[in-house]
């Protein structure tokens, strides 16, 4: 890769606003929102309008569009036309230019405040690229967004990207680490990642060849996230496969693999994010077999959705590109739903797996393997499974006697609702709610409301237990026994917090 061309490249996006909001201004809100939802042409027509650099970027770059050697070399002054080709990212075509590479803004927020980046990958469907190439390199979707967010703000020394495609999680390790790998089998990714890196001005970040974690054996690292090829499909001839999301392992053993392999890798207290499917063996939910894979680690897996065979094999079939009225769509079906029926797959999960390796010498103290698909607001996400596995660290050193000395205080995002009917004495349900951690709502009884109404640090544990004893008229001791489990959950889940945070 020519450093020189690249740095040229990055001052021409620059000066012509290639950005988020240049875009925005350009096309308006509602083109804009069309090119999340990978419809192309209001903001090629607003493009068209308003010819100029910034429009000619966005539809080589963006849309795909070919574009005359006049309008490139403008849009391009620094690099210029043979710049563009010397670097792989355009070609000529007769009298046009033809982009080669898809390079999009990536606006971003994470706990160490926003910014924006370019990223470079394969030319997709948005750009009229179909069907793609096997090796195709992805740019940022939804899942990226999604690892992104779940990462711990903590910093590290060294940081692990396990199967990088473009990059994009590589860059937001690097706001973590001091030194970042990234690995991937595809040397195309590879090329993207440097590239990406080299774009935004990031360096740091070292790229290995290999598969899982055959280029970093022996090594141990910080920090470790993957968003690896996790789709399950069948190993059948004639079903197409893509390296970004086809392992070729069976079923989900590859993920079973990578998270085997992380007891390996992760550095005393350090961390792993993960995104992954599971599959259900007959009556054994998938999400209880990551207990197995996880052995040695603290666990937290959180299922967000899970499908019936049929509705997996769809999702991936369209993602692929083949539609119900295409003639390949039945024979396609059959293979994936066979290869289910062959391993007696009743359903497949769908979710996030984070993991702490504890520190030289302790035991394990969380394993926590739930469904949650309640809407999320995942900016509040990475911070707070990274708080929990603290959390739950600390708890394993309290007993209930201990734990009831302790002072806590109330998360300042937890709100309470009461819900009463017509001419009654009193709630009929009473609710706690989350507007960060993982957003959840809890329905309590009206002793467990006081004490979490109560918890302002003054009062210990045990004073507010007595207290509320004393109101309600209870044993206070059979009303301890009640409550301090769920007060260990209450810390855990984020609704209490320790006086010290």
């Given amino acids: 890769m020519n450093r020189a061309l690249v740095d040229a490249l990055a001052r021409d996006l620059a000066a012509a606003s290639f950005t988020s909001g240049g875009v925005l201004a350009l096309v308006g809100a509602d083109a804009d929102a069309a090119l999340t939802r990978m419809i192309a042409q209001p903001a090629r027509r607003a493009a068209l309008r308003q010819p100029g650099p910034l429009a000619t970027l966005l539809r080589a770059f963006w849309l795909g569009d070919a574009v005359t050697e006049r309008e490139m070399a403008d849009a391009l002054p620094a690099l210029g036309v ?94 973590l680490a001091q030194r970042v790998v990234a690995t991937d089998i595809s040397e195309r990714a590879l090329r993207f990642t440097e590239l990406t890196a080299r774009l935004n001005g990031v360096d740091g970040i070292e790229t290995r060849l290999g598969s899982l974690f055959e280029p970093v054996a022996g090594e141990r690292f910080e920090l470790i996230a993957s968003n690896p090829p996790f789709v399950i499909t069948p190993r059948t001839e004639g079903v197409p496969a893509y390296g970004y999301r086809d392992g070729g392992a069976a079923g989900d053993a590859l ?11 992760l550095a005393p207290g350090g961390h792993a994010r993960l995104l992954c499917n599971w599959e259900t063996l007959g009556e054994r939910a998938g999400i209880d077999r990551v207990r197995a894979w996880s052995d040695g680690l603290d666990a937290w897996a959180i299922e967000r ?27 396609l079906i059959d293979a994936w739903l066979d290869d289910f029926d062959a391993r007696g797959v009743t359903a497949v999960g769908m ?59 109330t998360a300042s995002d937890v709100t309470e609702a009461r819900h009463q009917l017509p001419g009654a004495s009193g709630p009929n349900v009473i609710e706690l709610r989350q507007g960060g951690a993982l957003a959840r709502t809890l329905s309590v009884d009206t002793a467990l409301a006081a004490l979490v109404g ?48």
């Fill in 255 to 265: 993920m079973a693999s990578v998270v085997a392999g992380l007891g390996e890798h």
């Fill in 351 to 409: 979710g996030w797996l984070a993991l702490h390796r504890p520190d030289a010498g302790a035991g394990t103290s969380l394993h926590r393997y739930e469904r949650l698909v309640h809407a999320v607001q995942l900016e509040h996400a990475g911070a707070h499974l990274a708080e929990a596995f603290g959390d739950a660290t600390w708890l394993a050193t309290l007993d209930d006697e201990s734990l009831e000395r302790e002072h806590l205080v």
């Fill in 82 to 175: 043979d710049g563009a080709v010397a670097l792989g990212i355009a070609e000529h075509r007769g009298e046009t230019v033809v982009p080669q590479v898809a390079i999009r803004p990536y606006a971003y927020r994470d706990a160490l405040g926003s910014g924006e980046w370019w990223i470079a990958s394969d030319l997709d469907e948005l750009a009229g690229v179909w069907p793609l190439r096997p090796d195709h390199v992805l740019g940022v979707g939804g899942a990226a967004r999604t690892l992104a967010a779940l990462l711990p703000p903590l910093e590290a020394a060294s940081a692990l990207d396990l199967g990088t495609g473009c990059g994009v999680i590589a860059l937001h390790l690097r706001r």
């Fill in 305 to 331: 959705d899970s499908l019936d065979p049929v509705r997996y094999a769809e999702l991936w079939l369209r993602d692929g590109g083949t539609l119900p009225r295409d003639t390949e769509h039945d024979r």
């Fill in 454 to 501: 109560a918890c302002d640090g003054e009062l210990s544990i045990g004073q507010l237990i007595g207290a509320i004893a004393a109101l309600l008229e209870v044993d206070e001791r059979i009303l301890a026994a009640d409550l301090l489990p769920r007060v260990r959950e209450l810390v855990l889940t984020g609704f209490l917090r320790r006086i010290s945070d």
